[in-house]
């Protein structure tokens, strides 16, 4: 990710190691665990797109992944999931 940004040359290294201390690197997959949140399936995401669905909070659902199925709760406000991130980066 950051190879793709940092053009090559003179002081590469250093700029790289400054960019990974400074930003909070993460693959989606375990950013979506962290918040205990799951992508709905292609097909349930096709059908709320095609019933006008322009609410970006029904694309997810609630779910444990220590026992690998749903919780049952709605999902919270996306501002809840914002301090979870911030509290867990300046932690």
Do not use: H, S
């Not at 400074?22 to 997959?29: C, H, Y």
């Not at 809840?80 to 991130?85: A, G, L, N, V």
Request: charge should be negative; hydrophobic fraction near 40%.
């Amino acid at each position: 990710m950051i190879n793709d940004v940092v053009p090559e040359g003179k002081g590469v290294d250093e700029t790289k190691m400054a960019l990974g201390r400074r930003f909070l690197l993460m693959r989606v997959d375990q950013l979506l665990n962290f918040l205990g949140l799951k992508l709905l399936p292609k097909y349930e995401l096709k059908q709320l797109k095609m019933n006008g669905n322009t609410n970006p909070e029904a694309c997810f659902m609630e779910w444990d992944y220590v026992r690998d199925c749903p919780t049952g709760w709605d999902v919270k406000p996306p501002e809840y999931y914002q301090d979870m991130i911030i509290r867990a980066y300046y932690a």
